[in-house]
């Protein structure tokens, strides 16, 4: 048996302890009050921050298609870097994700990097067209547990309500991307004062909300499994809560971004400030804050989603949608959660590990670290600070938003089943 200690670390942020890894099982042999001297491989982790593998069911890692902007292996290595050790790729790709055999590739090539496990998320409609629904019984035979049409809405009621009822059936997630595309045509920000200021169409709030709505209501009459992509704003978060009130089962994620930016960012009109849906105000942050901490919002999920330069630095109409997520997410949450006090390391590891992983019913992530569960762990250092730089991501693309923004968290190792897949020592 091969074991590896990590010696001296606090699981969720709570009293020092050591941890015995069995390498080829993957799997937490011992926890204990004596470090494990005598292991094959011993790492001191200084104190340092040990959660659960964290899992991101909303990331694009752009294979096939733009494998300029990124692969299954650089997203896997961003991942890593990050502290995951799971993610859901989305279907938006070229071409879509939409017949098992797609699929199938999507998994196994992330399997055979070995880096994170990549989970494809299959189309709900056939090319992302919003027409004709995919064969979502067969994509679930091969594996997929969640399907989406993320980029795009499914705005269509009758085939939502169709959608709807397949995936109760074959027991799958339905994520839903809430846009209405009526009232989004040309909008490239937040609806609203600065907008106005800029000279940029916006895109309302109700565009947003009004899909939340009527999804919800289609949720309590046909049942299933529906979850919200990138919550953005406060009339959203009280939609759910009064969904969540009526017993309707609806799952909520909040991406990083507009909890630490607002459209202020869009002042320099940098493309990099462009995402959709936009970055909003003041107050739909604070209330996208407040609905994670009280479990109105269920998770946090990237949307890490990597764009080449000459779709980022042009003029701001033109840029393309999206920002990098996965090497700055946990820095993120810390920073708004957990430096000022709000939350602790155990709601880090419930949002961003621990729920996801129960959502997509995922057996072997988000786990307790205990004797017998798998070895899906990240160390992080609380207090190291660093500062984000594009061109110093793992990613194939730069479009981070935090550019020169100094974060006082930082990853240190990520372990897959035992098999470390980050170090920061050798980065
Ligand atoms: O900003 C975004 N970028 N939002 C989306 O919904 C899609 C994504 C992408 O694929 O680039
Ligand atoms: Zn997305």
Same mark, same amino acid.
């Given at each position: 048996m091969t074991t590896l200690a990590l010696n001296n670390v606090r699981p969720y942020g709570e009293d020092v302890t050591n941890i015995l890894i069995d390498v080829a099982d993957g799997v937490i042999d011992a926890v204990g009050e004596?470090?494990? #001297? #005598?292991?094959?491989e011993v790492m001191d982790c200084g104190g340092n921050v040990l959660l659960p593998g964290l899992v991101d069911m909303h990331v694009h890692l752009r294979e096939p298609g733009r494998e300029d902007t990124e692969t299954i292996a650089t997203g896997s290595d961003a991942a890593a870097k990050g502290g995951f050790t799971a993610v859901f790729t989305m279907a938006n790709t070229s071409p879509v994700i939409d017949q098992p055999f797609l699929a199938e590739a999507v998994w196994a090539k992330g399997q055979e990097y070995g880096k994170c496990d990549v989970y494809p998320v299959g189309s709900i409609s056939q090319g992302l067209k919003g027409e004709q629904l995919t064969e979502i019984g067969l994509m679930s035979r091969s594996g997929v547990r969640m399907f989406s049409d993320d980029g795009k809405c499914v705005n269509d009621p009758q085939l939502m309500r169709r959608a709807i009822e397949y995936a109760k059936a074959h027991d799958v997630v339905l994520a839903q991307h809430a846009e209405d595309h009526r009232m989004t045509e040309g909008s490239v920000a937040h609806e609203g004062e600065q907008a106005a200021r800029l000279g940029l169409r916006g895109w309302p709030r109700v565009a947003e909300e009004s899909i939340v709505a009527r999804d919800a209501i289609m949720t309590r009459d046909y049942g299933g499994r529906y979850h919200l992509c990138h919550a953005s704003t406060e009339g959203t978060v009280e939609l759910l809560r009064f969904a969540k009130n009526q017993g309707i089962d609806v799952t909520a994620e909040v991406t990083p971004h507009p909890l630490m930016l607002t459209d202020e960012k869009l002042a320099t009109y940098d493309g990099l400030s462009r995402v959709n849906p936009p970055l909003r105000e003041a107050r739909d942050a604070e209330a996208l804050k407040q609905a994670l901490l009280d479990g109105t919002v269920d998770v946090v999920a990237t949307d890490h989603a990597p764009h080449g330069s000459e779709d980022k630095c042009v003029e701001f109409e033109n840029a393309k949608p999206g920002m990098l997520g996965l090497e700055t997410s946990l820095a993120v949450v810390h920073r708004i959660f957990v430096e000022p006090g709000l939350a602790d390391w155990r709601f880090v590891a419930k949002v961003m590990s621990e729920r996801p992983a129960e959502i997509l019913r995922l057996k072997d992530q988000g786990r307790p670290i205990n004797v017998g569960e798998p070895a899906n762990l990240v160390l992080v250092d609380p207090e190291s600070p660093w500062t984000a730089h594009g061109d110093e991501m793992a990613s194939k693309a730069s479009n981070t938003p935090y550019e020169g923004i100094e974060f006082s968290a930082r990853v240190v190792g990520t372990w897959l089943r035992g098999t470390q897949t980050y170090d920061s020592k050798k980065a």
């Open positions: 004596n470090p494990f #001297d #005598d292991a094959d």
